[in-house]
């Protein structure tokens, strides 16, 4: 099957992407049975040959390609003007083909194509994507964020209160990574204790 990835929240999107290849393989083969490729190098061929690999744990093979997508994304604009840099199209290259090449591979493969931010005329999403192989991770908005805090602090064996949560938002600026090494230090730095503002200062 083909899963797509992507989102600004790139925090979300690799921890989904964790419990996925989780729920695909065995747990004995999870570190073993993961093939990755970089998808800023990636060629057609690169990804088809790795669906196409045996596993010797009977289980489907899992690849992961990030930053695929990306490629394919169109020139940002300054001023106005297009910058210099072309377009990576499909039409007459080398991935022209490669959406109806895939639907092959997949059948016998978990391809994982996982990317940040992601543009709506990205032509390889487009020629890709599915109602059901997409999932798309926003950013979190102010109520989202708070909530996402206190759920993470209480993961780590953690009670926090409100004036920690708005401070750890305010400092973080929606940066998921930083909250969760901070709320994993807090965690062990209270040891039980509310988390509270005078802790997060």
Same mark, same amino acid.
């Given at each position: 099957?083909?899963?797509?990835?992507?989102?600004?929240?790139?925090?979300?999107?690799?921890?989904?992407?964790?419990?996925?290849?989780?729920?695909?393989?065995?747990?004995?083969?999870?570190?073993?049975?993961?093939?990755?490729?970089?998808?800023?190098?990636?060629?057609?061929?690169? %990804?088809?040959?790795?669906?196409?690999?045996?596993?010797?744990?009977?289980?489907?093979?899992?690849?992961?390609?990030?930053?695929?997508?990306?490629?394919?994304?169109?020139?940002?604009?300054?001023?106005?003007?297009?910058?210099?840099?072309?377009?990576?199209?499909?039409?007459?290259?080398?991935?022209?083909?490669?959406?109806?090449?895939?639907?092959?591979?997949?059948?016998?493969?978990?391809?994982?194509?996982?990317?940040?931010?992601?543009?709506?005329?990205?032509?390889?999403?487009?020629?890709?994507?599915?109602?059901?192989?997409?999932?798309?991770?926003?950013?979190?908005?102010?109520?989202?964020?708070?909530?996402? %805090?206190?759920?993470?602090?209480?993961?780590?064996?953690?009670?926090?209160?409100?004036?920690?949560?708005?401070?750890?938002?305010?400092?973080?600026?929606?940066?998921?990574?930083?909250?969760?090494?901070?709320?994993?230090?807090?965690?062990?730095?209270?040891?039980?204790?509310? %988390?509270?503002?005078?802790?997060?200062?």
């Amino acid at each position: 099957m083909l899963h797509i990835v992507f989102g600004p929240d790139t925090f979300s999107s690799h921890e989904y992407v964790r419990e996925l290849v989780a729920s695909l393989l065995p747990r004995d083969s999870i570190g073993d049975g993961v093939i990755r490729i970089e998808g800023k190098t990636a060629t057609p061929t690169d %990804i088809l040959d790795a669906c196409g690999q045996v596993s010797l744990f009977g289980a489907k093979p899992v690849v992961i390609v990030e930053g695929l997508l990306a490629r394919f994304e169109p020139p940002k604009r300054s001023g106005g003007r297009s910058k210099t840099r072309r377009r990576r199209t499909l039409e007459n290259t080398e991935w022209s083909d490669f959406a109806l090449r895939v639907q092959a591979a997949v059948a016998t493969a978990d391809l994982i194509l996982l990317d940040g931010a992601l543009g709506a005329t990205n032509e390889l999403l487009a020629a890709l994507r599915s109602k059901d192989n997409v999932r798309v991770f926003p950013l979190p908005g102010d109520e989202d964020l708070h909530t996402w %805090i206190v759920e993470r602090a209480r993961k780590a064996g953690a009670r926090i209160d409100d004036g920690a949560v708005r401070q750890l938002a305010s400092q973080s600026q929606g940066d998921l990574w930083y909250l969760a090494s901070e709320l994993d230090k807090l965690s062990v730095y209270c040891q039980g204790r509310m %988390i509270t503002r005078q802790s997060v200062a």
